[in-house]
């Protein structure tokens, strides 16, 4: 009955050959000896001994379904009719592969249990409409990142912990294959002329590979998993990322139309801290995001989305952050929100921060407060501006009001370890205060971080502009906090 998706029988197909397998009827699948079959297939004894160590075992089974999964995975493909596979519904398909699947093994004389069965069809239904051995990775809710050095080596990120995942590809080609499927769907492309490929997937997943000769030991893939239910403030509070002052502190410099910058190290939550910041914007307001790959989730209704695009494979077509912000500017935004200041976009970003778009907010990769200034110093000068460095920190002081540092710490918790105001200038230097910390303490014995936020006891330099615009925030909020452990 799901014969639709089956290829047509070849004419002449032999009257005995079964309604499922109609596809080669001329180049059947020739079962090896039953016997032959059954013992190099069969499943280990039930243990005599305590010698076999149940993981030793469990890397037997894998190992042997993934020699069944690559043996019944080619002749899957020769039997479907991939056409029809576009307009299959979920279910008709797994229906058909378990089908064909079953079918196959019986002929080969393979004897499965039920469980192995099914984690085979799962494993095929995947290979054939997913990414194969990245699909159960990219279901797990419970995993934040990807990352894949060469087949063998797959590692993925938990709750802030990188661990090695058992998820193997069968060699580089399997890997490439999988890599293809994904940067075509995309409308991209990846070989050796062309190594490298950075793209947003369907499901809004951001996505990097870069595959040989220029990644050594096999293709490098890392994935940053698309969240539907972004981590909002309440969620960060509870994390443990910051503490409700911080948290009354930033709603008022969010509102009040400061313009921030979060700075960071590589996957600290800048994005997400970026994000969710955003959610303080009021409702009214039209907000412009400019991003590589377009991650942030506004809230807000009046928003418009845009995302640059490198140049293609020829050089031409590129549409850089600075001509989106550019842009941008001629669009009327109340805000304008760019994922990341790396380049010469800076220059525009200052001046629109400097320029009526205040309340504006971006991201830059640095290490602290101090840092991600000399950062903006370095990318001005980097973008050919000839300026006084003395005139380059007046313009980044007076555009930049507040730094928030993300960092991930040691033990995998993200948290925000400063904010820090921008105040103005002394002589040739740009004046800051900080305002919040993260202030360590120790580490437990499971190598746990302990610590506590407090404030330094500064009074903001914006407080009177909080007072004005109705956020008053009452004085405890800037008092150092003794010890609460998180
Ligand atoms: N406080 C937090 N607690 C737990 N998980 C977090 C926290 N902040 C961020 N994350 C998770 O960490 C991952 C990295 O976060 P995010 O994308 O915001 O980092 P990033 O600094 O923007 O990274 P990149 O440098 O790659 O752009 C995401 O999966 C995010 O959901
Ligand atoms: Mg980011």
């Not at 409409?129 to 797959?154: A, C, K, R």
């Not at 746990?448 to 009452?474: C, N, Q």
Request: hydrophobic share 40%.
């Amino acid at each position: 009955m799901f014969s639709k998706y089956k290829k047509q029988a070849a004419a002449g197909a032999p009257a005995k050959a079964s309604k499922l397998k109609a596809v080669k009827p001329d180049a059947p699948i020739a079962p090896k000896p039953a016997a032959n079959q059954s013992a190099s297939l069969r499943r280990p004894m039930p243990k005599t001994s305590a010698e076999a160590a149940p993981q030793d075992k469990e890397r037997k089974r894998k190992e042997r379904l993934s020699d069944i999964k690559i043996q019944l995975h080619k002749e899957l493909l020769e039997q479907l009719n991939l056409a029809a596979l576009e307009t299959a519904n979920e279910a008709e398909l797994r229906a058909e592969i378990t089908t064909i699947t079953t079918e196959i093994l019986e002929e080969k004389g393979i004897v499965l249990n039920r469980d192995d069965r099914q984690t085979l069809t799962k494993e095929l239904y995947d290979e054939v409409t997913g990414l194969g051995p990245l699909e159960t990775l990219l279901q797990d809710e419970t995993v934040n990142d990807i990352l894949v050095n060469g087949p063998q080596q797959v590692f993925v990120e938990r709750e802030g912990k990188l661990m090695l995942s058992d998820v193997t590809f069968k060699d580089e080609k399997h890997l490439l294959r999988i890599i293809d499927k994904i940067v075509s769907a995309v409308g991209r492309r990846v070989d050796e002329s062309n190594p490298y490929v950075d793209a947003r997937l369907a499901d809004g997943s951001r996505f990097n590979a870069m595959v040989p000769p220029i990644a050594v030991d096999g293709s490098l893939v890392s994935i940053r998993k698309f969240k539907k239910d972004k981590l909002g403030i309440d969620d960060l509070v509870n994390f443990g990322a910051f503490n409700e002052e911080m948290a009354a502190y930033l709603q008022a410099a969010v509102a009040t139309r400061l313009n921030i910058i979060v700075s960071g190290g590589t996957g600290s939550g800048k994005t997400t801290t970026l994000n969710a910041l955003s959610s303080f914007i009021d409702n009214a307001e039209r907000i412009l995001t400019i991003e590589d790959t377009a991650e942030l989730q506004l809230q807000q209704t009046h928003v418009g989305r845009m995302e640059s695009r490198p140049p293609n494979v020829e050089g031409k077509g590129e549409v850089s952050p600075r001509d989106c912000l550019k842009n941008a500017l001629r669009m009327r935004p109340d805000r304008i929100i760019v994922g990341e200041t790396r380049g010469e976009e800076v220059i525009d970003m200052l001046q629109a921060m400097n320029t009526g778009h205040d309340g504006s907010m971006t991201t830059i990769h640095a290490n602290s407060a101090r840092d991600g200034v000399s950062r903006l110093e370095n990318m001005i000068a980097m973008a050919g501006i000839e300026m006084p460095l003395k005139a380059v920190r007046s313009q980044i002081s007076s555009a930049v009001n507040l730094i928030v540092q993300a960092s991930r710490l040691q033990d995998g918790s993200r948290r925000m370890t400063s904010i820090t105001e921008i105040t103005g200038m002394e002589g040739d230097v740009i004046s800051m205060q900080e305002i919040f910390r993260y202030q360590r303490v120790g580490l437990t014995p499971e190598n746990k971080i302990i610590g506590h936020f407090t404030a330094t006891g500064v009074r903001s330099h914006f407080s009177e502009r909080f007072r004005m615009w109705g956020y008053d925030l009452p004085a405890s909020v800037y008092e150092p906090t003794k010890m609460e452990s998180h």
